[in-house]
């Protein structure tokens, strides 16, 4: 058994950073060890996992706990280590922003398997175009700018998302901006009126252990078919 934490996830010969970034985020942050566990995870998650069930990656489990849903497990983590709301009203409005990241992922991954949510995105790249058009031209700016705003709500976007200190939603923030630059390298540089996004994204990135993370080679490239 073993005593720190595991994260179950697709191999990276299979998938780029993906939602199992949310969760390597959180840990690297926290300055913990964690351990991957990679492999046949799709055989795995379908018939062979032991004890309290999860429909899909990612997963993390220690001794006999295991939890999946990415946005369930950020919000575990950052409660039991500290990357946490301190009011009651913060610790909601940090689940509403969670959630909001949420939606924006799965519409960014719906965009580009407009034709088969459940087959590749090689599979459907013609197809799915006009659905990405759709989604650059009219969703992306909706949702970045409500981020803007929810940043401007908070010591006038110059701090974090939510209070005082850093909680697990400005480490899922960081993920979908890092997520929406590297996937649409072209668009994102246009993208108006977000400098609280935009520099927030900076400074949250040069905390020392994110720094060092991202310095360190072992994050995973980001694909470019689709945002997660
Ligand atoms: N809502 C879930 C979605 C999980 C999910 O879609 N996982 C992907 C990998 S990123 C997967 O392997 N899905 C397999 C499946 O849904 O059958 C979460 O956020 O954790």
Same mark, same amino acid.
């Given at each position: 058994m073993s005593d720190v934490w595991e994260l179950y996830y697709h191999g990276p010969k299979l998938v780029?950073?993906?939602?199992g970034e949310f969760v390597r985020l959180m840990f690297e942050e926290l300055g913990m060890k964690y351990k991957e566990v990679n492999d046949n995870v799709y055989e795995l998650f379908r018939d062979k996992l032991q004890g309290f069930p999860s429909l899909a990656p990612p997963m993390i489990k220690k001794g006999d706990f295991q939890l999946s849903q990415t946005g369930v497990i950020c919000k575990y983590l950052g409660k039991k280590y500290g990357? *946490?709301?301190?009011t009651e009203e913060d610790e909601w409005h940090a689940e509403q922003v969670l959630s909001t990241i949420m939606d924006y992922i799965s519409e960014g991954r719906l965009a580009f398997h407009?034709?088969?949510? *459940?087959?590749?995105y090689y599979t459907q790249q013609e197809e799915t175009k006009p659905y990405i058009k759709v989604f650059i031209e009219k969703r992306m700016p909706k949702f970045l700018d409500h981020f803007e705003k929810v940043l401007k709500a908070n010591d006038r976007g110059n701090?974090?998302?939510?209070?005082k200190k850093l909680t697990y939603v400005d480490i899922a923030l960081l993920h979908v901006l890092r997520a929406t630059e590297a996937q649409f390298p072209d668009v994102w540089p246009a993208v108006e009126n977000i400098p609280l996004l935009r520099a927030f994204k900076e400074r949250i990135s040069a905390r020392p252990n994110l720094a060092a993370y991202f310095k360190s080679g072992r994050p995973r490239p980001f694909e470019g078919n689709s945002m997660m």
């Open positions: 780029g950073p993906g939602r990357l *946490y709301p301190d407009g034709k088969n949510f *459940y087959e590749s701090g974090f998302v939510i209070g």
